[in-house]
DNA sequence: TAGGTTTTACTAATTATTTAATAGTATATT
DNA sequence: AATATACTATTAAATAATTAGTAAAACCTA
């Protein structure tokens, strides 16, 4: 899988939140100022020939949908946190994490207790 | 702070590997096919005006050093991905982690002691 | 001291990314 | 039919990132 450009991945949000669109409701939702409509457009192709898009023609104009899932994606991210900043362990960027924010014991205890109850 | 580009980061990983190191000692360290020294040379001057990395003139020549801990940098890291991914949440990240890798209860545990070790 | 070496500083060239104008096509509207 | 609208496709232009050549300074060596 290759990595996004920031332009690219903030597209691919809307499209994973919006599951499918047209141009103009990505645009929509885009933050002002609002880019043109043809940038989006631009943008969207792009993704399309990189695979995380795909569209349907729907009368003459085209609804787009996302063929990476964000999940995917998501994991593609972390992989290469870890292995970029943590020899690849996830216990290590816990503990990380965990001193960085000064967790104490039952605090962390309480986050593995949801990441259990998410598991089961 | 601001985010590094592929080729800086790489450069930067090795600074925070060697703490401190003329331009030959971090080409050394490069994987092949090397780039040309001026190349590394122009990319440690521009992490020098990011404010990544300072020098010391020795003799003829400059020694670098991050000032950037690896540290900081990290933790930039890790709060891009959750905000971006997570909801800003890690407890979410790492229940994705869990899911995505199988981890079973005892496993979870076992993250966790290792972590709450780690934190003492 | 003349010629080679090492290194920094400056600058240019190349490639990737981002942005959007322009042109073309189809549909709706008057 | 002529005009406006809504879209896609192609192309160009602007900006950012990457790579490295060239010049200049400082040193080393025969």
Redesign the pocket.
Known sequence: MK????????IMQILWDLKEA???DVLERMDD???????V??????LETKGFVK?RPI??????YPIVTKDEYRSFSIRRLLSGYFGGSFTKMASFFAKEENLDVNEIERIMEEVKKDVK
């Not at 100022?33 to 940038?39: L, S």
Request: glycine share 4%; hydrophobic share 25%; aromatic share 12%.
């Open positions: 990595a996004l450009t920031k332009a690219e991945e903030q047209y141009v103009k100022p609002k880019p043109a409509y043809n940038t457009s631009t943008f969207i192709r792009i569209h009368g003459k104009s085209h609804q787009y």
